[in-house]
Structures are given as C-alpha cells and as structure tokens.
T-cell receptor, first 116, second 112 residues
Framework: EAGVAQSPRYKIIEKRQSVAFWCNPI?????LYWYQQILGQGPKLLIQ????????DSQLPKDRFSAERLKGVDSTLKIQPAKLEDSAVYLC??????????????FGPGTRLTVL | QQQVKQSPQSLIVQKGGISIINCAYE??????FPWYQQFPGKGPALLIA?????SEKKEGRFTISFNKSAKQFSLHIMDSQPGDSATYFC???????????FGSGTKLNVKP
C-alpha cells in the first residue's frame, strides 16, 4: 500500500513570496490533515478535511494560509505572503475515518520550508 | 494552554538500557493516547497506543504505562538499541474526534 505522498520535499523562498505544497493521501482515506512542525516542537494541526469539507481550521492563520481538497482526494496548502516564522516542516497525514478515537493517522515525509 | 506536556526534551541511554519518556495531559475527555516515532527527514510513524481503560500495553520492547488518576502516561523502551535513536512524540485525542494534540517531543540517542 502506497503511503502519503508530499511534494516538494524542500522549498526555500524569500519572505513575502507565495508557496504551495501538495499532498496525496493513502487511497480510500477520507480524512486529511495538514500539520506545521516547527523545529524542536511537536506537530500542530492547521486544518482537517473530511472528504472535501473542512472539519477544523481553528489554528490556520487564514490571513495568509489557505487549503483546499479537490474532489476529496489530493490537497494543496498555500502560504501567501510568507513570513520568516513560517519556516517549518509541513506534514500531511491521512486516516480512514475521523469518526472515532483510535483511527490511526499516517504521515507523509513532509515539506521543509525555509523563508529567508 | 499546552494540552500535552512531554519530558525529557532529550535522553541519552546506553545500548541495552531502558528508555523512559513521560507525558502529562490536562483534558480528562482524552480517550486515546498514541506514541509516534520520527526519524530525521521522515514523517512521524505510529509506534504504540493505549486507551484509558487499561493501565499498561506492551508490544515487543515497547510498553505504555497509563495512570488515569494522575493524568500521566509514559513510554518504556526495554533493551534500547541504536536503531531506536529517533524523536518520540506522545499525543492525545478527544472523544469522538481525531484531532491529535502532540507533546513537544523527546530526542532519544542510544549509544552503542
């Protein structure tokens, strides 16, 4: 079974530029998550999709971050304009459902963003 | 408010020793407590998980101990090996949701 795919793996941009990350979840997984992992910290949930609907985006900085999940499969996360503090690894994860505790989340390798 | 607090931040253990990582949580509604292992350049991978109706769960060399009254749980790695060197994250999730709150991570270094 293929895992969660993410691209690009690395991205370096100047502040105030825009950037987009792509995620392809495990086939058949209804729920998709985007996390931000700052160096030395645990992952922090940015947004959670159930199929193509948003379940939770309470910690997404909506003035600069946006995300969509077209047709309930692939997803893109965009930052515009980027700030220095956005330097982090952006992790995508997916799970079969989100309706009950214990549904394992499977993580992709992440995209390491450096904002100069 | 940090929902899950993890300690220590880093840990050095000799090969064959026991590694112990501790986590404490605030929300008594949490009902699922997974541990994730993350190697450099990789995403976190589920290692072992426990529900609050049991006090201990063991899978191979990995054991979770759970203390519901103290709102604490810990990961024990028996016979630690250099290949166990990684960053470990505890997490907790709310009842009927799948929103994980992660600890800050523990970087484990097992010396040969």
């Amino acid at each position: 079974e293929a895992g969660v795919a993410q691209s690009p793996r690395y991205k370096i941009i100047e502040k105030r530029q825009s950037v987009a990350f792509w995620c392809n979840p495990i086939s058949g997984h209804a729920t998709l998550y985007w996390y931000q992992q700052i160096l030395g910290q645990g992952p922090k949930l940015l947004i959670q999709f159930q199929n193509n609907g948003v379940v939770d985006d309470s910690q997404l900085p909506k003035d600069r971050f946006s995300a969509e999940r077209l047709k309930g499969v692939d997803s893109t996360l965009k930052i515009q304009p980027a700030k220095l503090e956005d330097s982090a690894v952006y992790l995508c994860a997916s799970s079969f459902t989100s309706g009950g505790a214990g549904d394992a989340q499977y993580f992709g390798p992440g995209t390491r963003l450096t904002v100069l | 408010q940090q929902q899950v607090k993890q300690s220590p931040q880093s840990l050095i253990v000799q090969k064959g020793g026991i590694s112990i990582i501790n986590c404490a949580y605030e929300n008594t509604a949490f009902d699922y407590f997974p541990w994730y292992q993350q190697f450099p350049g990789k995403g976190p991978a589920l290692l072992i998980a426990i529900r609050p109706d049991v006090s201990e769960k063991k899978e191979g060399r990995f054991t979770i101990s759970f203390n519901k009254s103290a709102k604490q749980f810990s990961l024990h790695i028996m016979d630690s090996q250099p290949g166990d060197s990684a960053t470990y994250f505890c997490a907790a999730t709310l009842l009927n949701f799948n929103k994980f709150y992660f600890g800050s991570g523990t970087k484990l270094n097992v010396k040969p």
